[in-house]
T-cell receptor, first 116, second 112 residues
């Protein structure tokens, strides 16, 4: 299996531009998570989906952030408009309920976003 | 809300020696899971070891073991026979339902 795939690996954009991050979970997994990692705040859960339905988006920082999962094999995290404080590494992870008692989350390689 | 605290921002160890990374957490729940993740410079998050709260026996994975003290809400990671490849950020994480809450991490340096 290819694991969780994220694109792009690096993104540099200017303040005010729209940014779209993409994620392909491991085939067959029914949970998908978006995390953000910064030096100040560490790793934070932004939102997660179960069977393509958003379950908890309480970690989404503000209305500029939105996430979608149109099908079981694809999810996007969009920031519009982007701001310098959005600069971070964004991780996508997926898991399969019942695979084990603790439902391990498998992480993608992350997207490093820099907003100038 | 659950919180996870790693009180050691940085640690160092000599190759082949043993090091212990500390983690405490706050929860009112009795059923949950605890994890240690490793993040090398490549950024990839790698699961090192896990512990189910209902199990009293401490988890062990080769050179990695934990000291789980449920009453004290403590979950430390011991790395034995440290290797250069163990150098990384280590994150302690708490999980209940499907949500992972991470500590701020400990940067481990392994000196040859």
């Amino acid at each position: 299996d290819a694991g969780v795939i994220q694109s792009p690996r690096h993104e540099v954009t200017e303040m005010g531009q729209e940014v779209t991050l993409r994620c392909k979970p491991i085939s067959g997994h029914d949970y998908l998570f978006w995390y953000r990692q910064t030096m100040m705040r560490g790793l934070e859960l932004l939102i997660y989906f179960n069977n393509n339905v958003p379950i908890d988006d309480s970690g989404m920082p503000e209305d500029r952030f939105s996430a979608k999962m149109p099908n079981a094999s694809f999810s996007t995290l969009k920031i519009q408009p982007s701001e310098p404080r959005d600069s971070a590494v964004y991780f996508c992870a997926s898991s399969l309920w019942g695979l084990s008692s603790y439902n391990e989350q498998f992480f993608g390689p992350g997207t490093r976003l820099t907003v100038l | 809300a659950q919180t996870v605290t790693q009180s050691q921002p940085e640690m160092s160890v000599q190759e082949a020696e043993t090091v212990t990374l500390s983690c405490t957490y706050d929860t009112s729940e009795s059923d949950y899971y605890l994890f240690w993740y490793k993040q090398p410079p490549s950024r990839q998050m790698i699961l090192v070891i896990r512990q189910e709260a209902y199990k009293q026996q401490n988890a062990t994975e080769n050179r990695f073991s934990v000291n789980f003290q449920k009453a004290a809400k403590s979950f430390s990671l011991k790395i034995s026979d440290s290797q250069l490849g163990d150098a990384a950020m280590y994150f302690c994480a708490y999980k209940r339902s499907e949500k992972l809450v991470f500590g701020k991490g400990t940067k481990l340096t392994v000196n040859p």
